[in-house]
């Protein structure tokens, strides 16, 4: 079926560690985007991109990487997990004027 | 600073009561408008969304929103809730076509006792 699966679900690891959330939509859709959910925060975007190889900082892109060398990938890295990245991400994508679509989410705990 | 706020952080209701949960925006033109419902350990999932034309518009669930150009709001209503409508509730706003990131509300948590 088509949609957008983020993995995996649940995550964890030690601060320091290198850790890489994967998001694969298979709607061919040219924009995707890596949010963060924190109590208090709502949703704040982390990065986003309009296309293959183009990509674009948000609202909080410090300490994370994106690529985005296929049009159904969007892999997020934290090169150097701290604390206060325990959160939960959210990967979406979206084309034209339709709204975004949200995967299920990544638990993250950094300890 | 454009920003999106619903101003209710928690609101309980009963079960069959009506409900309106807040919305409002700070942005020059009018933005694109949604309302998306995220479920305990659930993505968001679209409630309804308002581009242009009629005011007042109508959703899944039950759900609708009413844009009031002049409040800068966007509130949505339900006449009759039910227990599986409890969950966060996210505003949210396109400040133009193309798809520029969509701006968050915190969210509004509703409970609902019977």
């Known amino acids: 079926d088509a949609g957008i699966t983020q993995s995996p679900r649940y995550k964890i690891t030690e601060t320091g560690r290198q850790v890489t959330l994967m998001c694969h939509q298979t709607w061919s859709h040219s924009y995707m985007f890596w949010y963060r959910q924190d109590l208090g925060h709502g949703l704040r975007l982390i990065y986003y991109?309009?296309?293959?190889?183009?990509?674009d900082k948000g609202e909080v892109p410090d300490g994370y990487v994106v690529s985005r060398s296929k049009t159904e990938n969007f892999p997020l890295t934290l090169e150097s997990a701290t604390r206060s990245q325990t959160s939960v991400y959210f990967c979406a994508s979206a084309t034209g004027e339709l709204p975004q679509h949200f995967g299920d989410g990544t638990r993250l705990s950094i300890l | 600073a454009q920003s999106v706020t619903q101003p209710d952080i928690h609101i309980t209701v009963s079960e069959g009561a009506s409900l309106e949960l807040r919305c409002n925006y700070s942005?020059?033109?009018?933005?694109?408008l949604f309302w998306y419902v995220q479920s305990p350990g659930q993505g968001l999932q679209l409630l309804l969304k308002?581009?242009?034309?009629?005011?007042l518009v109508q959703g899944i669930k039950g759900f609708e929103a009413e844009f009031k150009r002049s409040q800068s709001s966007f509130n949505l209503r339900k006449p009759s809730v039910h227990w599986s409508d409890a969950a966060e509730y996210f505003c949210?706003?396109?400040?133009?076509?193309?798809?520029?990131?969509?701006?968050f509300g915190k969210g509004t948590r509703l409970s609902v006792i019977a």
């Open positions: 308002y581009f242009s034309g009629d005011t």
């Open positions: 949210a706003v396109l400040i133009q076509s193309g798809n520029t990131p969509l701006v």
């Open positions: 942005y020059g033109a009018t933005p694109y």
């Open positions: 991109s309009a296309a293959a190889d183009i990509t």
